[in-house]
């Protein structure tokens, strides 16, 4: 026999939707840390952070999650990671080949739902359809949160929408928004730090210079993945995401010691 | 030519081009040069006393990046903490990534500031290997060009050099670019070159910089560290290619001249 | 190629040696009574006819 649905009316659907929803926004209001960009390294340092007992939300312009951790080069969805990047696929669970010493290829979409969900699994919240607008400075300089608004809106014309965007607290944001390192821009817009730019392009290989430049670019904020590139004008490196997810794993170490120390200084 | 008398050889290694064994270096320079001393040094950080002061030595290390190597640099820039930070753990040998482009003749005046005074003569030869790739300014093409070597006090090689600075050939770039376009790994695109190249752990470096390292020890001995014989170990190669003829594939180390000039120096 | 020594006619400042030789741009060090030193870190530098200075190109290689 055919199991029948729940007899439940529109107005509840709609009621649990919008309870539920804003009900994680207004306790999300405020938070440890934000982090900026749903792609592989800033999944990976809200998985991290959360698992420490952390409250994490991420801060996504798409409606999915997960950014270019879909799809490895000109939508060819295989992902490629280098030693010692496997570590983390064996962490979450996600099958690979070795094609080459030291080189590994998993399914992007088997990859990328994996760490997803063990962010998720960790306690992770997410706003999607969300862009990051600008960023809240505490008196003193000190990055405090972020300024945001739903997607759509942010590419219409202000004279036919003019929603406002909303402010958002934190202890600590993480800027994971790729090349373009959004939040880091904003610093520079504002005069508060200059960025490198795209260096020159020598080195073919730097994805360990992305681990070791990973961290804090100003007080309250660490800058995680390509962002790292932009922000210290290192040289890109080739399609391999071991530096992302690493890059991630070393934010949240990072932002779990700036975290600690700020409380015992409390 | 003129011939400096040589004191001794120094030998200076922070440990992160992980592919030198320096000691072999040290061997091959005292058979080449029997009557001059050759001295392994170690890590020239460790050396001079940098202690309370290697955060201000990190910052200006850090502040000699080339960020574009299209624009003369006319002044430095402020480093960012975590950039001097990096420096530092690379000073303190904690991290040997490399990948960062500098710019060579400030980076040896940093250097020079370790070397003891009483030892900054060209009858010292110092030689700082390292991993840090640093590029000088071309007036004529009006772009900074990545160098395999620098010769001064010390003089500098690079093995980040060896492997970027001599350019591959036209049609490597080429498929490189078709291969990133593609989001293809370029592990496949050198396997197709196989040899023609010197790359990161090729176990061929550690010959190839002996060779430049002769190469700074004539720089003290006759002010020239260079030679036009494509086949001799003193050949400034331009290209890949000319690097792996001169340095590994010649049938002769040393040409005619450079040659009799060793054993005449080592009384022979 | 290679380094030249320079005997000094008269009495001048390092700077002026370099001036003279239109050297001011070049990648040079100078090296006197066996030492070597960077010129534009000693332009104040008196120096007296009859020293000799070793002007010694800085060589890139690659």
Redesign the interface.
């Known amino acids: 026999m055919v199991e029948k649905f729940s007899p439940v009316g529109e107005k509840e659907v709609t009621r649990a939707i919008v309870t539920e929803f804003t009900t994680q926004f207004a306790e999300y209001v405020e938070s440890d840390c934000i982090i900026v960009g749903g792609g592989p390294s800033g999944l990976m340092a809200g998985k991290n952070l959360a698992r420490a007992g952390r409250k994490v939300l991420i801060v996504e312009r798409n409606n999915y999650i997960g950014g270019g951790f879909w799809i490895g080069g000109y939508l060819m969805n295989k992902v490629t990671v280098r030693h010692p990047g496997e570590r983390i696929l064996d962490e979450l669970g996600i099958p690979y080949k070795e094609v080459n010493a030291g080189l590994f290829v998993a399914d992007g979409p088997h990859a990328c739902s994996k760490l997803i969900a063990s962010a998720c699994d960790s306690g992770v919240k997410f706003a999607n359809m969300t862009i990051f607008d600008d960023l809240v400075l505490r008196e003193g300089g000190r990055v405090a949160g972020v300024v945001i608004n739903w997607t759509p809106i942010s590419a219409m014309p202000r004279e036919i929408t003019c929603v406002d965007p909303v402010a958002i607290e934190s202890e600590l944001v993480i800027d994971a928004t790729g090349h373009d390192a959004q939040v880091v821009k904003k610093l520079e817009e504002r005069g508060l730090i200059k960025t490198k730019g795209f260096g020159a392009m020598w080195v073919e290989r730097s994805e360990d210079l992305i681990i070791e430049h990973t961290g804090e670019v100003y007080p309250g904020l660490i800058v995680t993945g390509m962002a790292v590139a932009t922000t210290y004008g290192l040289p890109r490196m080739g399609p391999t995401f071991g530096a992302m997810l690493l890059s991630g794993e070393v934010g949240a170490q990072i932002a779990l010691e700036k975290l600690h120390e700020s409380a015992k200084v409390k | 030519m003129?011939v400096r008398r040589l004191n001794k050889i120094l030998l200076y290694d922070d440990g992160a081009a992980r592919a030198l064994n320096i000691e072999e270096i040290a061997e091959y320079l005292g058979k080449k040069l029997a009557k001059v001393g050759v001295e392994v040094r170690g890590n020239p950080f460790a050396l001079y006393p940098l202690q309370d002061k290697i955060s201000e030595y990190a910052g200006k290390i850090a502040s000699i990046?080339?960020?574009?190597?299209t624009k003369r640099m006319s002044s430095w820039?402020?480093p960012?903490?975590?950039?001097i930070?990096?420096e530092k753990?690379r000073i303190l040998g904690k991290?040997t990534?490399?990948?960062?482009?500098y710019d060579?003749?400030e980076l040896?005046?940093l250097f020079?500031e370790l070397i003891p005074?009483e030892e900054?003569?060209?009858e010292f030869v110092h030689i700082f290997f390292n991993n840090r790739?640093f590029?000088?300014w071309d007036d004529h093409d009006r772009r900074?060009?990545?160098?395999?070597?620098?010769?001064?006090?010390p003089s500098i090689i690079s093995t980040?050099?060896?492997v970027?600075?001599?350019a591959k050939p036209r049609e490597y770039y080429l498929l490189k670019q078709q291969y990133?376009?593609?989001?293809?790994?370029?592990?496949?695109l050198k396997d197709r070159f196989k040899g023609g190249f010197i790359d990161y752990e090729d176990e061929r470096l550690m010959e190839v910089v002996k060779g430049?390292a002769m190469?700074a020890v004539f720089?003290s001995l006759?002010?020239?560290?260079?030679c036009q014989d494509k086949g001799c170990r003193l050949y400034?190669?331009?290209w890949q290619e000319e690097?792996v003829f001169a340095q590994l594939e010649s049938k002769y180390e040393f040409c005619q001249r450079h040659a009799s000039f060793l054993e005449e120096m080592n009384g022979h | 190629m290679g380094i030249e020594k320079i005997e000094v006619k008269e009495d001048k400042t390092i700077k002026e040696f370099i001036d003279e030789l239109n050297l001011s741009s070049v990648p040079i060090l100078l090296e006197l009574d066996g030492e070597i030193f960077y010129p534009d870190e000693n332009y104040d530098r008196k120096i007296q006819a009859g020293d000799r200075l070793a002007v010694i190109p800085i060589i890139a290689g690659g």
Do not use: W
């Not at chain 2, 960012?80 to 950039?83: A, D, G, K, P, R």
């Not at chain 2, 990534?97 to 482009?101: E, I, K, N, P, T």
């Open positions: 003129k990046k080339i960020p574009d190597a820039q402020e960012l903490y975590s950039e930070e990096y753990r991290t990534a490399f990948g960062v482009l060579g003749l040896q005046r020079f005074r900054r003569s060209l790739l590029a000088t900074y060009h990545a160098r395999v070597s620098l010769c001064g006090i980040t050099g060896v970027e600075a001599p990133e376009m593609l989001g293809k790994d370029l592990l496949e430049y190469q720089y006759v002010g020239d560290p260079f400034n190669a331009h690097l």
